[in-house]
């Protein structure tokens, strides 16, 4: 069992930064893969599909969804204990709830924020950004 934990969320103005933090834990005894795992932030406001935004393999391999390219960056911690997701220059469109997620095999299929299916989820942080 995998539990995900997210935190950082919080308002700030338009082209202000936040910090967001993924604390993964899992029960003694679970193993990752430590060069195939995946690991991705999402986002959804109300009335909308969740959206991919970042991913993160185990072999360093990182994908932005089009909209976040330099201006979010993704990372993970030595032991993938802790997944960041440090976003610049927000937009107000980038306002929703921000979920992480977590496939720790590397079974889901390709490493990318549409189309992996990640087994494990934290129970998300909201973002507001104001204009």
């Known amino acids: 069992q995998v539990q995900l934990v997210e935190s950082g969320g919080g308002s700030v103005q338009a082209e202000g930064s936040l910090r967001l933090s993924c604390t993964v834990s899992?029960?003694?005894?679970?193993?990752?893969?430590?060069?195939?795992?995946?690991m991705g932030w999402f986002r959804q406001v109300p009335g909308k599909e969740r959206e991919g935004v970042a991913t993160?393999?185990?072999?360093?391999?990182?994908r932005y969804e089009d909209s976040v390219k330099g201006r979010f960056t993704i990372s993970v911690d030595n032991g993938a204990k802790n997944l960041y997701l440090q976003m610049n220059s927000l937009k107000p469109e980038d306002s929703g709830m921000y979920y992480c997620?977590?496939?720790?095999w590397g079974i889901g299929g390709l490493c990318r924020p549409a189309g992996h299916a990640f087994g494990y989820w934290g129970q998300g942080t909201q973002v507001t950004v104001s204009s």
């Open positions: 997620a977590a496939d720790p």
């Open positions: 993160i393999k185990g072999d360093g391999t990182l």
């Open positions: 899992g029960s003694p005894g679970s193993t990752i893969d430590y060069n195939n795992y995946c």
